[in-house]
């Protein structure tokens, strides 16, 4: 489905006030009109807040914003769409700091936000099954030195990166971030992320043969200077990730990787439709079930 590109000035005149949030957030939520979750009866009185509904029927009220992404936060929704709008207008994503700059919060709180946002990203993504011809490999990423597979890797985190491989095009992708590129690590990954008896291309790394469990692989041992050609797709995917986390991030450490990997797969899976993210992300976060904070 097609969803509105949003300008600034767009999204600035639709989103002004707390009213325009919450009467949006309602329109995605309630398409045919509010429905009472408890007995389905279809007149509600709004209460004067306009944050809640009491069915006429029941009694029961229920609040605008619970079993959203923004249940239970205390800034206003004005805020949160404006994160929505940064967060996903901006290529380069955007640090905790400037966005704390900018919708006038404080950094944990603006920090949390962004945090709820990329976990619902990675909800999303994880849905999709990638298929056809697919390339894995696994890169050390974060830290402060440049390191390769077993040396020189202090800081760094192991990510496991699959991308569907269309010729001169790439797919999907998927990535996630593990203490250790081992077996059981492989095998999740590959269970949670691509459809069973695809055609997987791999290099010979030995952590990397779990895969003919479910997968119809292929190992090659590439010399370094013939893997492009191999695995071209994956090698991009991994020297984008890390030009992405260096620039806005300044390098990541473990704890938060997993975030920023949602975000970019996110962004990678959507980048013919760039222009439509802000609205995508919007009624992601309406249809998300709340995340809670860490
Ligand atoms: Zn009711």
Redesign the pocket.
């Known amino acids: 489905m097609k969803m509105p590109e949003a300008s600034f000035f767009e999204w600035q005149g639709q989103f002004n006030s707390e009213t325009d949030c919450l009467n949006h957030i309602k329109k995605m939520r309630w398409p045919n009109g509010f429905m009472?979750p408890?007995?389905g009866?279809e007149h509600a009185y709004e209460l004067t807040t306009r944050q809640l509904y009491e069915?006429s029927?029941?009694h029961?009220q229920t609040s605008v914003t619970a079993d959203t992404l923004f249940h239970g936060s205390r800034i206003p929704l004005t805020k949160w769409f404006w994160a929505i709008y940064f967060l996903g207008s901006d290529k380069g994503s955007i640090s905790a700091l400037r966005l704390s700059k900018l919708i006038d919060v404080n950094w944990r709180t603006a920090r949390l936000v962004l945090s709820k946002l990329r976990t619902a990203m990675g909800h999303r993504d994880s849905l999709y099954r990638l298929s056809g011809v697919i390339e894995i490999d696994d890169a050390l990423v974060g830290g402060k030195r440049k390191g390769k597979r077993g040396r020189g890797a202090a800081g760094k985190t192991p990510v496991l990166v699959a991308v569907e491989s269309k010729g001169k095009k790439a797919g999907f992708i998927a990535m996630q971030a593990v203490n250790r590129v081992c077996h059981d690590n492989v095998e999740q990954f590959v269970a949670k992320h691509l459809t069973i008896q695809q055609e997987v291309h791999k290099d010979g790394l030995p952590a990397l043969n779990i895969i003919d469990k479910t997968q119809q692989h292929e190992a090659r041992v590439t010399p370094s200077e013939l893997v492009d050609e191999w695995l071209p797709w994956v090698h991009i995917a991994i020297g984008n990730l890390k030009a992405f986390l260096l620039g806005t991030f300044h390098g990541v450490t473990g704890k938060f990787l997993q975030e920023y990997l949602n975000e970019f797969c996110y962004r990678f899976n959507r980048r013919q439709m760039e222009r439509e993210i802000p609205n995508r992300l919007l009624n992601l976060a309406i249809i998300h079930a709340p995340v809670h904070s860490h």
Do not use: A, G, L, T
């Open positions: 009472c408890r007995c009866c069915c029927q029941c029961k």
